[in-house]
C-alpha cells in the first residue's frame, strides 16, 4: 500500500483501450507526482472521489463514443428525519420498552415498513418509520437521562471527548436552552438520569453500542417519529447546477 498519495491522471487509453501508468501526488506540500504503472487497475475511492476521478479523465470514455449521462449526477444522501412527535395513551412504563434505555438495533423489529410486495403492488418507495428520542434541546421531555446528555454536549472540553461534533450536534442542535429546566429534569430523575447513559459513555455496554445510539424511556409517553425513505433520481431536472431560483422553488416546493 502506497499511503500519503491522492490518485490524479491516468494516461491517455492506446488503440485497445488499454490504460498503461497512473499519476499519484503525495498529498504533502511537495506535491511530488509519481508514476505508477500495472497491468491493472482498481478504480475504488468511494462514490464522490471515483465519480471525480472519471470526470476528470474523461479520456477514458472515449471508446464508448458517448459520455454515460449518470456520471457525476443523481448522488443521493440519506433522506432522514424526525418527522412529527408522538405522544401515547396509558402508562408509558407498558410501552415497548421496559428498561430505561436500550439500543436502537435491540428496537429494529419495532420499526414500520410495508411489505415488499405491498410496495411492489403498489409501486411505493421503501420507507421506514421509528420511535426515536424527542428533540434533547426541549426540556418538556422531563426526561433527566436526556437533559443529561444535552447538558454534557455542551461542555466545552467534556462534550468533545464523550461524542465526535456531528453527534453532538445531533443531540444539542446547536442550541443553548432552557438550563435550569434540564438541571431540574436531571435532579428529578436522580440516580437514573446520571446511571442510564453511564455506559454508553464510558464503553461499557454489553455488546459495545455507542452514542447515539440509545433509545430512552419517555416518562411522558412522548416520542418523535423517525422516517428513512428511499428516493429516486429526477431525470426531469437535468444536470444544471447551481439550480436556478425557480428550479429550486419547484424542488423544494
Ligand atoms: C455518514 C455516513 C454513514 C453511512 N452509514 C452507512 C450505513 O449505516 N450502512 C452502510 O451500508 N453504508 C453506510 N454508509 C455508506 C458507506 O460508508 C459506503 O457505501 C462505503 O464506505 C463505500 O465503500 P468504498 O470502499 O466504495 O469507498 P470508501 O469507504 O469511501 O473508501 C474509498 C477510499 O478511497 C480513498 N480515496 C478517495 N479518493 C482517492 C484518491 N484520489 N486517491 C487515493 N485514494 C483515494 C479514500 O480516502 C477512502 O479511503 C455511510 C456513509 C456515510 C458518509
Not at 53 to 68: A, V
Request: hydrophobic share 40%; with cysteine.
Amino acid at each position: 500500500m502506497i499511503a500519503g498519495y491522492e490518485a490524479r491522471d491516468f494516461t491517455a487509453p492506446d488503440a485497445q483501450g488499454k490504460v498503461a501508468a497512473l499519476y499519484i501526488r503525495a498529498t504533502s506540500e511537495t506535491g511530488e507526482l509519481v508514476v505508477i504503472k500495472a497491468a491493472q487497475f482498481v478504480l475504488a475511492a468511494g462514490t464522490q472521489e471515483s465519480t471525480r476521478i472519471l470526470l476528470r479523465n474523461i479520456k477514458f470514455l472515449f471508446g464508448l463514443g458517448f459520455t454515460p449521462p449518470a456520471l457525476g449526477r443523481y448522488y443521493q444522501g440519506h433522506l432522514s428525519g424526525k418527522i412529527a412527535s408522538v405522544r401515547f395513551k396509558g402508562n408509558p412504563k407498558k410501552r415497548i420498552m421496559d428498561s430505561c434505555a436500550i439500543p436502537m438495533a435491540a428496537i429494529s423489529g419495532d420499526r414500520f415498513q410495508f411489505t415488499a410486495p405491498f410496495l411492489a403492488a403498489k409501486n411505493l418507495l421503501n420507507t421506514a418509520i421509528w420511535l426515536d428520542n424527542p428533540l434533547y434541546y426541549n426540556p418538556r421531555h422531563r426526561s433527566g437521562a436526556m437533559s443529561f446528555m444535552y447538558l454534557a454536549m455542551l461542555v466545552p472540553i467534556l462534550g468533545k471527548k464523550l461524542a465526535p461534533p456531528a453527534i453532538a450536534y445531533s443531540i444539542t442542535s446547536g442550541k443553548k436552552t432552557s438550563i435550569g429546566s434540564h438541571l431540574a429534569n436531571i435532579l428529578r430523575g436522580l440516580p437514573g438520569s446520571l446511571l442510564t447513559l453511564l455506559p454508553y459513555f464510558t464503553g461499557d455496554t454489553a455488546s459495545n453500542e455507542k452514542l447515539p445510539g440509545v433509545f430512552l424511556y419517555s416518562p411522558q409517553n412522548h416520542y418523535a417519529l423517525h422516517f428513512h425513505a428511499e428516493q429516486v433520481p429526477d431525470t426531469a431536472t437535468g444536470w444544471n447546477w447551481p439550480p436556478t431560483a425557480k428550479r429550486f422553488k419547484s424542488v423544494t416546493g
